[in-house]
């Protein structure tokens, strides 16, 4: 007998780590982990502005393939988040946000244009394994930890 499968609730799997980099003047064109150039590539960022406002983003963003990590420019983001904001919601300009994770492209534009509601955004996104965090040393890079 065929088992009915229930209907898809479950996360999809954890994808990348990601650091938000708070430094205007760090480029980060090597990893701060393991010293290897990083690389650019697009992602699509699934970002929550507080109090309920989900949106998609298509962005260039540094990625380490060593660590199969992703940095994102904070005030790079911000300036996105502003700019979109002004347009659709400018009540929510300087809120909370967070970045939840990545999107295949496909998923990215749905939620852009509306044809996806949050809830199917979340579970169409792939959370990140981990946030990393990288303290500005003098002389070097170290884990925060
Ligand atoms: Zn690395």
């Given at each position: 007998?065929?088992?009915?499968?229930?209907?898809q609730t479950?996360?999809?799997?954890?994808?990348?780590?990601?650091?938000?980099?708070?430094?205007?003047?760090?480029?980060f064109t090597?990893?701060?982990?393991?010293?290897?150039?990083?690389?650019?590539?697009?992602?699509?960022?699934?970002?929550?502005?507080?109090?309920?406002?989900?949106?998609?983003?298509?962005?260039?963003?540094?990625?380490?393939?060593?660590?199969?990590?992703?940095?994102?420019?904070?005030?790079?983001?911000?300036?996105?988040?502003?700019?979109?904001?002004?347009?659709?919601?400018?009540?929510?300009?300087?809120?909370?946000?967070?970045?939840?994770?990545?999107?295949?492209?496909?998923?990215?534009?749905?939620?852009?244009?509306?044809?996806?509601?949050?809830?199917?955004?979340?579970?169409?996104?792939?959370?990140?394994?981990?946030?990393?965090?990288?303290?500005?040393?003098?002389?070097?890079?170290?884990?925060?930890?």
């Amino acid at each position: 007998m065929k088992r009915q499968e229930p209907f898809q609730t479950k996360q999809k799997e954890a994808r990348h780590y990601f650091f938000l980099n708070p430094y205007d003047d760090m480029a980060f064109t090597v990893c701060p982990k393991c010293e290897v150039k990083t690389k650019i590539r697009k992602y699509c960022l699934l970002i929550h502005i507080e109090p309920r406002h989900l949106l998609s983003l298509n962005k260039s963003c540094r990625y380490c393939p060593r660590c199969d990590l992703i940095i994102v420019k904070k005030a790079d983001l911000e300036r996105l988040l502003v700019a979109f904001c002004e347009q659709n919601v400018p009540d929510i300009i300087g809120n909370e946000y967070f970045v939840y994770g990545t999107m295949d492209r496909k998923d990215c534009k749905n939620v852009k244009t509306g044809k996806m509601n949050a809830q199917d955004a979340i579970k169409c996104s792939y959370p990140f394994k981990d946030i990393w965090m990288f303290e500005v040393v003098p002389g070097g890079w170290y884990p925060e930890k």
